[in-house]
């Protein structure tokens, strides 16, 4: 399975400021995915990052407020913009597996805690 | 639209008894559907799979069936262990989403493996 860390593992922030949240990846990986779980919800996939290419995002979630880097085939970002407390959530990003399912077999990084004020 | 329901917040089962979660889907079209394991302060960890052909899958203390018909799924854990307590998430996915990525995920459930 793939190692993912995530930085940084949780933060508060104030309404109206921005947050990058980083994914490091131990092996090249062509896609990475970035999924939100906000409080007492199901984990809903917010874009795919495709190293070399825009990041494709999911329905209700845009570019502008969600825009994500995707520099080199082991490293991603999300930025979270201009926040308000509704972006408090668990930010998570994956790697598709290796396993028989292939790509359905993800492996997750252990979350970004964003709390907003 | 929740396409993927576990109607069940929260079971607490007694360490070496089984533990049943079930999990619906309103989606025909899903033809795989995984189990993920969830600890606090981690990411959630790929448990077992299983594609629409089947109606079982097992591996070791865990077998998933599904029903399609009913559009139903479940995890079986046999015997449960405190080990075992953790938030578990159904998910679900269409192989024609060829790039991946695209999992459906339920709510969770909260399972407590008492010794």
């Known amino acids: 399975s793939a190692v993912i860390s995530q930085k940084p593992s949780r933060d508060i922030c104030q309404r109206g400021t921005s947050l990058t949240i980083q994914c490091q990846v131990d092996?090249?990986?062509?896609?990475m995915f970035w999924y939100r779980q906000q409080p007492g919800q199901s984990l809903t996939l917010i874009a795919t990052a495709n190293q070399g290419s825009e990041a494709t995002y999911e329905s209700g979630f845009v570019i502008d407020k969600f825009p994500i880097s995707r520099p080199n085939l082991t490293f991603s970002t999300l930025t979270v913009s201009n926040m308000s407390p509704e972006d408090s959530s668990i930010y998570l990003c994956?790697?598709?597996?290796?396993?028989?399912?292939?790509?359905?077999?993800?492996?997750f990084g252990p979350g970004t805690r964003l709390t907003v004020t | 639209d929740q396409q993927v329901k576990q109607n069940s917040p929260s079971l607490s089962v007694q360490e070496g008894r089984i533990s049943i979660l079930n999990c619906d889907y309103t989606n025909s079209m899903f033809d795989y559907f995984l189990w993920y394991k969830k600890y606090p302060a981690e990411g959630p960890t790929f448990l077992i799979s299983?594609?629409?052909?089947?109606d079982k899958n097992e591996d070791g203390r865990f077998t998933v069936f599904l029903n399609k018909s009913a559009k139903h799924l479940s995890l079986h854990i046999v015997p449960s262990q405190p080990g075992d307590s953790a938030v578990y998430f159904c998910a679900a996915t269409r192989s024609i989403y060829n790039q991946g990525g695209k999992l459906i995920f339920g709510q969770g459930t909260e399972l407590s493996v008492k010794p």
């Open positions: 092996s090249q990986v062509t896609m």
């Open positions: 299983i594609s629409s052909i089947k």
């Open positions: 994956s790697v598709p597996g290796r396993g028989p399912l292939g790509l359905h077999e993800q492996y």
